[in-house]
């Protein structure tokens, strides 16, 4: 289906389901369980899984097949988000002119930067990304602040021109984004189904809707002769000059594409909340795509979407559980057991949701060389037939570099 | 005249911290060839060493004084440190007021073992590992790291002031002929300066002249061949860890009182630090020392008045421009070896 | 499906739609809902209502959060009528009676904000979209404060303002549904600019630094106007990166410019560094002009005392508040904060405490939660009993008024809580301005939001 071969056709499928029923998926716990506090089923945070994970899936099909390691990825975000809204203040709130023009902006901005450093490979090429994407954030934070609003980060006002759309709505209000008039980004439905609350969002479907297309690029390109040609630098860049491949047109070109993805990324995030913040170009915001590619399996299409939800869930819902929270777990327990549990689980929950997310890290890392995925490959393989060991062996040695 | 004077002084003293950290991750990396992203946690432990030492000498016995209140109008609580119990209030005062250069003392043993932990328990796992592997698990170590610092330090900065005898600065300018006030510059950042050059040329002279950092700099270059002659390179390597781990605390412990030291000063300078570590050359001992006190100076010039006035916001992006250019036009670095991490 | 806005979750808890789905699913459009729920968002169901309180718990302003949230948590207990009630008992308006707000009781919910923009209004978000927050509070920087009040308006909740001292807060960037009680860099300025005349003279030359980002501007371009106006001259303003550690290389010129005056605009770690970093280089002790050189750091927190340690000594500055004040209010406060948690609080929980109870207060007074009854209950509210004397809501730009404090390094500490004291207390008169100030100009209120 779609030029796809049948391995791939049930991948899409299944990210499609998953993307489709999210909701319900993403809500497994009824909303009068102490167990509501893990649902991840409200509009902001499924946005936020679907943005992240185009923008690591972007980020793979740079680093995952050339081994390009680029550490300034965050800058085409930012360039993305600012973009977006500086259409949301000039011409009107529409999301689609915005989100193209941030992919055209973004694409433009990592053709520059690509050109550059990727004149150097290796660790070389990580320093040269990551400068290029401090001194844009550094400047986006102060001298620029005229385009970027700086520390505030770029908001809309009543007197922007917005010379397509309204100023102003009828009662004095900023406009809010839209995909069509009276097709807002933050309309849901809500459904109720016994104990269980389910919302379906605009704005989300919107963003899953391009997940799902930039999934199946990704695909595409990973099973093209380009995709190959790209692989092919990741195992020796060398061999290749040496046969008389300029293997920079290549290497430029997934640059490029995987900017543009990181502008798509940010001009959904700023569509879905109409704020640029400079953080976003920081060289953390950086780290993180990174963390999420590698933690999700780096080189595989799924992997980068599972790691992005792994982050995202940690830093929104577990920085949410505070000590009441715990007391109410741990309510079964007498009085002093209770508070002498709560006081060894507090520190990791809460404001401590930072050392969870680094214990994580090393675990996964430490335990699963190969990210989620190969996790999810373990488990698969538990349920499969016996001889499942030459198996795991055949999938696993294949040495990175 | 005086402010490039004022300006190069500052350059040395911002460089040597960088160059310190530095040295450190190039040991790391030349020795084990392993990316250290938690190098920046352990100069924040380093200078924590620092914080510790003063809260153990600065424990106290606390006693009721009936005729006064605190605020909530008990009756107040006094503190008196053991030391100035032990050895009188005026020694136990100076031993306090020393507590930063005690520190070093503490500091070498801790962030040596620190550092052999790390080797044994983690790093060693991740020889073969590709470098985004290591990156990752030290950079989650690095978090680790520093919230168990912030969870028993907080997160506010912790005031930890150098030797009263050091405080303030001397005139520099009226010693070379200038008007009193044109080039003051505080002491202790001599002494950090100094220092920095003592550590420095102390890791240099241990690898030139001892037989173990001969075969150190033999396995740096050429691990398989040292390893052929049945030398157990490994364990220098161990060894090598836990003096790169020393180097980043001492670091650390005396950078403590010209910034009050709190649990994300490590972030603070880990990127900075690999910038540093590349424009010298990755694997390059001299070219980090040269990348740092370099990029020092020119961030110093970079913030003169004059310079800003001509670009604006030159100082916050000079020492990633720098960067950028030095490895535009010499491929490997300022001193950096073919092949290395190009991959 | 028409109008639905940020949507509402956790409604089933209250048992007010337990009878629903069945065999049919009940679609729920926004329009139906609102209809049914009293029109506003999150219109609390049941018998509680749910605040959401955003503040740091990560990065550099972690213990401010921590102390913020120590302060929501006491508020929370007297509103509920637990614990010995504390400024309720002082506070001017009588309407809250310890059973909760309009007889609900009160629950909050917790975030982090990271002291980023974006990351604050994702926790925001999730407080209204999934916990059902009708007001969300705290922070502890300006740009946070800017984007988390825009996000409110949007959504129709009310955002009170926790620690944001940038005029931007309530001037460019004022919003109908945000509402500020701390002070503002231009009544810093005008509170400090006499003090700072009469102590060390007339015929002064300053020098600035200041952090790089929009609340140090604000605060430069208010220090600038009011110490020229005092018969001051500013030798040169020199912008410091905000990732700065270390400003040696900024302060090494101070000396030898002819300045006699250091003014550090800086907030935080930017300010712990920068003073600790101007005392090495022997400021406080030197001549210059023939005049003794000082320090002063226009805005200071009992946190950024502790963290300057002994460089703080001397130091001028200023306050919203200070738990050494004699007020009624204050005495209460600092007696139930300081029994509770064994030390006393800092001005960022003294108006965070303050904006929950003004919050709930309004909401008492107005008979409903609905952000456009308690936009008109704020507006022009005038209060007492709050530890701060008499303050009054502006309704033009939703900003506190009342009395600045100038504060100085303690020299005699007697505890290591006793780091600064009240030098003097400005009257509300010398630092109120117009709406239209200068400083101030550019923004515009709009209407309040409900998210009908």
């Known amino acids: 289906m779609f030029g796809l071969d049948k391995k791939d056709t049930t991948l899409l499928l299944v990210v499609t389901l998953l993307a489709l029923l999210a909701p319900f998926i993403l809500n497994p716990f009824p909303e009068a369980s102490a167990l509501a506090q893990f649902n991840a089923g409200y509009p902001d945070l499924m946005q936020r899984f679907v943005i992240y994970g185009i923008f690591a899936v972007g980020f793979n099909l740079l680093f995952g097949l050339t081994g390009y390691l680029s550490f300034g990825h965050a800058a085409f975000l930012g360039v993305g988000s600012y973009s977006a809204v500086w259409i949301f203040k000039l011409l009107g709130m529409n999301v689609l002119p915005a989100i193209a023009f941030s992919i055209v902006i973004s694409g433009l901005f990592a053709l520059l930067i690509g050109y550059i450093s990727l004149r150097r490979s290796g660790i070389y090429f990580s320093i040269l990304t990551l400068a290029f994407a401090q001194m844009s954030f550094n400047m986006a934070y102060s001298v620029l602040t005229p385009i970027t609003n700086g520390e505030t980060g770029l908001q809309l006002t009543l007197s922007d021109p917005r010379i397509l759309g309204q100023q102003a709505t009828a009662d004095g209000s900023i406009p809010v984004t839209n995909l069509l008039p009276g097709l807002e980004m933050r309309q849901s439905v809500q459904l109720e189904l016994g104990g269980w609350l389910f919302t379906f969002n605009t704005g989300y479907y919107l963003a899953a809707f391009f997940l799902l297309l930039a999934f199946y690029i990704a695909i595409r390109i990973f099973r093209s002769p380009f995709g190959l040609m790209l692989r092919a630098v990741k195992s020796n860049q060398q061999r290749l000059n040496y046969t008389g491949i300029h293997t920079r047109p290549y290497t430029l070109a997934a640059f490029v594409i995987s900017g543009m993805y990181a502008g798509l990324a940010g001009g959904l995030l700023a569509s879905m909340d109409p704020l640029a913040g400079a953080e976003r170009m920081q060289w953390t915001a950086s780290g993180e795509v990174v963390i999420m590619t590698i933690l999700g399996g780096a080189g595989t299409l799924i992997g980068p979407i599972l790691g992005a939800g792994f982050i995202k869930y940690f830093e929104n819902i577990f920085s949410k559980i505070n000590e009441n929270i715990l007391h109410d777990w741990f309510s079964f327990l007498p009085q002093g057991l209770q508070d002498f549990v709560v006081t060894i689980v507090a520190p990791f929950f809460g404001e401590g949701w930072s050392l969870s997310m680094g214990l994580m890290f090393m675990a996964i890392v430490i335990f699963l060389p190969g990210g989620l995925v190969e996790g999810g490959q373990r488990i698969g393989q538990l349920f499969r037939r016996k001889p499942a060991a030459g198996d795991a062996a055949s999938s696993q040695t294949t040495p990175a570099e | 005249m005086d402010a490039i004077i004022l300006q190069t002084l500052n350059g040395l003293d911002k460089g040597s911290a960088y160059a310190l950290i530095a040295l450190g991750l190039t040991l790391i990396f030349g020795t084990l060839g392993v990316v250290n992203f938690a190098h920046g946690a352990l100069f924040m432990i380093g200078a924590f060493c620092a914080v510790t030492v003063q809260r153990i000498l600065t424990l106290s016995v606390i006693t009721l004084d009936p005729n006064k209140t605190d605020f909530l109008g008990n009756p107040a609580k006094i503190k008196t440190p053991y030391v100035e119990k032990f050895f009188g209030p005026e020694i136990g005062a100076g031993i306090i007021d020393w507590s930063v250069p005690l520190a070093i003392l503490f500091a070498i043993p801790v962030m040596i073992a620190i550092g052999f932990l790390m080797e044994r328990v983690l790093i060693r796992h991740f020889y073969h590992r590709p470098h985004a592997d290591q990156i990752l698990v030290t950079f989650g170590l690095a978090i680790v790291l520093q919230e168990v610092v912030k969870y028993f330090y907080g997160a506010n900065p912790v005031p930890t002031p150098a030797p009263a005898a050091f405080a303030g600065a001397i005139d520099f300018g009226v010693l070379i002929g200038f008007d009193p006030n044109q080039i003051v510059y505080p002491y202790w950042r001599l002494i950090y300066f100094l220092f920095s050059i003592v550590v420095i040329g102390g890791v240099f002279s241990f690898l030139r002249f001892t037989t173990f950092g001969m075969v150190v700099r033999a396995g740096m270059a050429d691990r398989e061949t040292v390893g052929l002659l049945g030398i157990n390179i490994n364990k220098r390597f161990t060894i090598m860890f836990g003096i790169a781990a020393a180097v980043a605390g001492l670091a650390g412990v005396m950078y403590a009182p010209i910034n009050s030291p709190n649990f994300h000063m490590g972030m603070d300078f880990l990127v900075l630090s690999f910038v540093v570590v590349v424009v010298g050359g990755m694997g390059s001992l001299p070219g980090a020392v040269l990348a740092g006190f370099m990029l020092g100076i020119l961030e110093s010039y970079a913030s003169l008045n004059e310079i800003k006035a001509i670009i604006p916001g030159i100082d916050q992006i000079i020492i990633y421009l720098v960067a950028i250019i030095i490895l535009l036009t010499r491929p490997r670095g300022l001193l950096g070896r073919k092949g290395v991490m190009e991959e | ?452």
């Open chain 3, 1 to 452: 499906m028409s109008k639905s806005n940020l949507t509402r979750r956790g409604l089933l808890k209250t048992g007010a739609v337990a009878g629903a789905g069945l065999a049919l699913p009940t679609i729920f459009d926004g329009a139906t809902w609102a209809a049914s729920h009293s029109g506003f968002t999150n219109a609390p169901q049941g018998k509680t209502v749910t605040l959401g309180f955003n503040v740091p718990q990560s990065g550099p302003y972690a213990d401010e959060g921590a102390d913020e949230l120590r302060a929501y948590k006491l508020a929370v207990e007297h509103l509920n009528g637990q614990g010995d009630g504390g400024m309720l008992n002082t506070f001017s308006s009588k309407a809250l009676d310890g059973t909760g707000i309009l007889g609900k009781k009160v629950e909050f919910v917790t975030g982090d904000t990271q002291t980023k923009s974006d990351a604050a209004r994702a926790s925001a978000k999730s407080m209204i979209e999934k916990d059902g927050a009708i007001m969300i509070t705290g922070g502890s920087s300006s740009g946070v404060a800017v984007a988390v009040q825009g996000l409110c308006q949007e959504a129709g909740v009310i955002f009170m303002a926790g620690l944001t001292h940038s005029n931007d807060t309530t001037g460019k960037d004022k919003k109908a549904n945000g509402f500020r009680h701390f002070f503002d860099a231009y009544m810093s300025a005008a509170a400090l600019a006499p003090v700072l005349a009469n102590k060390y003279g007339k015929d002064r030359k300053f020098y600035m630094l200041t952090a790089d980002y929009t609340w140090g501007w604000t605060q430069a371009a208010s220090m600038k106007e009011f110490m020229e106006k005092e018969g001051w001259s500013m030798v040169a303003d020199v912008k410091t990166p905000l990732a700065s550690t270390d400003f040696s290389s900024y302060l090494a010129p101070v000396l030898s410019s002819g300045a006699d005056v250091l003014i550090l605009n800086h907030y935080g770690g930017n300010m712990v560094n920068s003073l600790t970093n101007a005392v090495q280089f022997g400021m406080r002790d030197k001549m210059v002009n023939g005049k003794q050189f000082e320090v002063v750091v226009p805005l200071i927190s009992e946190l950024m005392a502790k963290g300057a340690g002994a460089n703080i000594k001397g130091i001028l500055g200023s306050s919203n508040w200070n738990w050494k004040l004699q007020d009624e209010g204050t005495k209460a406060f600092v007696k139930s904060f300081g029994t509770k948690y064994g030390f006393p609080p800092s001005q960022a929980a003294q108006t965070c405490y303050v904006q929950t109870l003004l919050y709930a207060d309004a909401a008492q007074r107005a008979g409903s939660f609905n952000p456009c009854a308690i936009v008109p209950a704020l507006e022009g509210f005038k209060f007492d009993g709050l530890g701060n004397g008499p303050t009054l809501y502006r309704a033009d730009d939703h900003q506190c008024f009342k009395d600045v404090l100038v504060v100085q390094g303690n020299e005699t500490p007697e505890n290591e809580y006793d780091l600064l004291n009240v030098a003097e207390v400005t009257p509300v008169e010398k630092v109120m301005y117009k709406p239209d100030n200068k400083f101030f100009a550019g923004g515009n209120l709009g209407q309040c939001n409900s998210g009908a």
